[in-house]
């Protein structure tokens, strides 16, 4: 028995098996990507050599690695030009990306495929960028200098126009319009789905100069639009530059054209408008300096109608097909509904922390500004209204307004803190709320503009 068992052992293979196995070993242990890559290749080149010269040509063995080899070393190519250092071709792109794109985790390769399409203008002062009532061709963020937004307001004594805000280096110009416009093209994609629909959307007028600065982006090929009426969206102030500025701006049938070709862009840049659109929002709210009287009221908790947070997500959160129902639950566990038992009930109150943020189930709001006497009412809000969409979208948490019931109301509420951490748990989350809170901050600024005229 003990000659049979020693038969039986056979000697340890030669040191390029070995060799393999070990560069297999160090491969399950691998975190990075290419060193996964390079050590799966140089395991299969040493099985290939073995069956090579140690088994007198295996071929089986020999070919079967070989393959893997080469399939390796491409992977491993395709990584490394992946890597290889982006370099913009102007100062403004590396100076955009740093300051509003490389924070949300852009990478410069998709930066660099989206801004190869944006051309660079220069404004001198008290020159127009745009009329109030002219229509939206481009989509622009301000790269240097300050411009002054205006709006036509009706007086006793004529039409005057007066400032509404002032832009910054790094302000986007028209945010509002971009994020009301694309949000109704995604839901309409949503219901239809057609092909293309993305690349006719806008046509360029014949009015409009041509610039020296336009780059074709080598990576995307944008049809040219049909000739087909097309609606533009008006914007409902005017801006004109007050010092010599610069502008980084992206026409709007390219900007599409591109988020339909980098689908992992769209995400970012709705947070970075619909943070932009909070901001104004709040500029907009402090510059009403009128006082109110405050009403107290009461309210309560209720319980949760499964039936209402079905219709809640189909209306007010668009039936978003992307979020599974497992995450989809799990956002309305976290949340707690609200019913309001009478009108003058305060809601929020101006000058205090908002801890939620919430929209209106059923009944009506009044946004005011001010306290003590003569109230200035700026808007009304209606169901699908969000509470506390600019304070949750920016860092700054205290209310510039006063909100309270006109009459009975039920109100969905999320927590602020505990919803941003929902968010990070479930990042499909956070490209809905940027888009939802997004649409409702640029139609709630629209309404605030119009109620100004």
Same mark, same amino acid.
């Given at each position: 028995?003990?000659?049979?068992?020693?038969?039986?052992?056979?000697?340890?293979?030669?040191?390029?098996?070995?060799?393999?196995?070990?560069?297999?070993?160090?491969?399950?242990?691998?975190?990075?990507?290419?060193?996964?890559?390079?050590? #799966? =290749?140089?395991?299969?080149?040493?099985?290939?050599? !073995?069956?090579?010269?140690?088994? *007198?040509?295996?071929? *089986?063995?020999?070919?079967?690695?070989?393959?893997?080899?080469?399939?390796?070393?491409?992977?491993?190519?395709?990584?490394?030009?992946?890597?290889? +250092?982006?370099?913009?071709?102007?100062?403004?792109? &590396?100076?955009?990306?740093?300051?509003?794109?490389?924070?949300?985790?852009?990478? /410069?390769?998709?930066?660099?495929?989206?801004? /190869?399409?944006?051309?660079?203008?220069?404004?001198?002062?008290?020159?127009?960028?745009?009329?109030?009532?002219?229509?939206?061709?481009?989509?622009?963020?301000?790269?240097?200098?300050?411009?002054?937004?205006?709006?036509?307001?009706?007086? &006793?004594?004529?039409? @005057?126009?007066?400032?509404?805000?002032?832009?910054?280096?790094? *302000? !986007?110009? $028209?945010?509002?319009?971009?994020?009301?416009?694309?949000?109704?093209?995604?839901?309409?994609?949503?219901?239809? @789905?057609?092909?293309?629909?993305?690349? /006719?959307?806008?046509?360029?007028?014949?009015?409009?100069?041509?610039? %020296?600065?336009?780059?074709?982006?080598?990576?995307?090929?944008?049809?040219?639009?049909?000739?087909?009426?097309?609606?533009?969206?008006?914007?409902?102030?005017?801006?004109?530059?007050?010092?010599?500025?610069?502008?980084?701006? !992206? +026409?709007? $049938?390219?900007?599409?054209?591109?988020?339909?070709?980098?689908?992992?862009?769209?995400? +970012?840049?709705?947070?970075?408008?619909?943070?932009?659109?909070?901001?104004?929002?709040?500029?907009?709210?402090?510059?009403?300096?009128?006082?109110?009287?405050?009403?107290?009221?009461?309210?309560?908790?209720?319980?949760?109608?499964?039936? $209402?947070?079905?219709?809640?997500?189909?209306?007010?959160?668009?039936?978003?097909?992307?979020?599974?129902?497992?995450?989809?639950?799990?956002?309305?566990?976290?949340?707690?509904?609200?019913?309001?038992?009478?009108?003058?009930?305060?809601?929020?109150?101006?000058?205090?922390?908002?801890?939620?943020?919430?929209?209106?189930?059923?009944?009506?709001? %009044?946004?005011?500004?001010? %306290?003590?006497?003569?109230?200035?009412?700026?808007?009304?809000?209606?169901?699908?209204?969000?509470?506390?969409?600019?304070?949750?979208?920016?860092?700054?948490?205290?209310?510039?307004?006063?909100?309270?019931?006109?009459?009975?109301?039920?109100?969905?509420?999320?927590?602020?803190?505990?919803?941003? =951490?929902?968010?990070? %748990?479930? +990042?499909?989350?956070?490209?809905?709320?940027?888009?939802?809170?997004?649409?409702?901050?640029?139609?709630?600024?629209?309404?605030?503009?119009?109620? #100004?005229?």
């Amino acid at each position: 028995d003990d000659i049979i068992f020693d038969e039986m052992i056979y000697p340890a293979n030669h040191w390029l098996y070995q060799l393999s196995n070990t560069f297999l070993l160090i491969s399950y242990v691998a975190f990075d990507l290419l060193f996964l890559r390079i050590v #799966l =290749a140089l395991a299969s080149l040493c099985y290939s050599l !073995w069956g090579l010269l140690i088994l *007198d040509i295996s071929l *089986d063995t020999t070919l079967w690695n070989g393959v893997f080899f080469l399939i390796n070393v491409a992977q491993a190519i395709r990584i490394l030009y992946g890597r290889r +250092p982006i370099k913009f071709e102007r100062v403004e792109d &590396d100076t955009v990306y740093s300051q509003v794109f490389a924070p949300l985790g852009v990478s /410069r390769v998709d930066f660099k495929a989206l801004v /190869r399409h944006s051309l660079i203008r220069h404004y001198k002062p008290d020159q127009n960028y745009i009329e109030e009532g002219s229509e939206v061709h481009n989509l622009s963020i301000l790269l240097s200098g300050k411009m002054v937004v205006k709006k036509k307001v009706k007086r &006793d004594d004529g039409i @005057k126009e007066v400032v509404l805000s002032q832009l910054t280096p790094y *302000d !986007w110009l $028209e945010s509002p319009e971009w994020i009301a416009y694309f949000s109704g093209k995604k839901s309409k994609r949503r219901e239809k @789905k057609p092909s293309n629909i993305i690349k /006719r959307i806008f046509k360029r007028t014949n009015s409009e100069p041509e610039l %020296e600065n336009h780059v074709s982006l080598d990576s995307i090929e944008v049809q040219q639009p049909e000739s087909i009426p097309i609606t533009h969206n008006a914007i409902g102030v005017s801006i004109k530059a007050i010092e010599d500025v610069t502008v980084m701006s !992206w +026409p709007i $049938e390219n900007m599409l054209a591109c988020l339909d070709k980098i689908p992992n862009m769209s995400v +970012p840049l709705s947070s970075i408008i619909g943070a932009d659109v909070a901001k104004k929002l709040l500029l907009q709210t402090q510059r009403s300096d009128d006082i109110t009287n405050q009403h107290s009221g009461h309210s309560k908790s209720c319980r949760k109608p499964h039936d $209402e947070e079905e219709k809640l997500w189909a209306s007010v959160f668009q039936g978003n097909s992307e979020i599974s129902e497992y995450v989809r639950k799990k956002f309305f566990a976290i949340s707690r509904w609200r019913k309001i038992l009478r009108a003058g009930t305060t809601v929020v109150r101006e000058g205090e922390e908002v801890e939620d943020l919430s929209v209106l189930v059923s009944g009506k709001l %009044e946004v005011i500004k001010g %306290e003590d006497d003569g109230d200035r009412r700026l808007q009304h809000l209606s169901d699908g209204s969000f509470i506390g969409a600019s304070e949750y979208m920016v860092e700054n948490k205290i209310s510039q307004v006063t909100i309270r019931s006109m009459e009975p109301c039920i109100m969905c509420s999320w927590n602020q803190m505990e919803l941003h =951490a929902f968010a990070l %748990e479930n +990042p499909s989350i956070i490209g809905m709320l940027s888009s939802v809170l997004g649409a409702d901050l640029a139609l709630t600024l629209k309404k605030y503009e119009q109620s #100004l005229a």
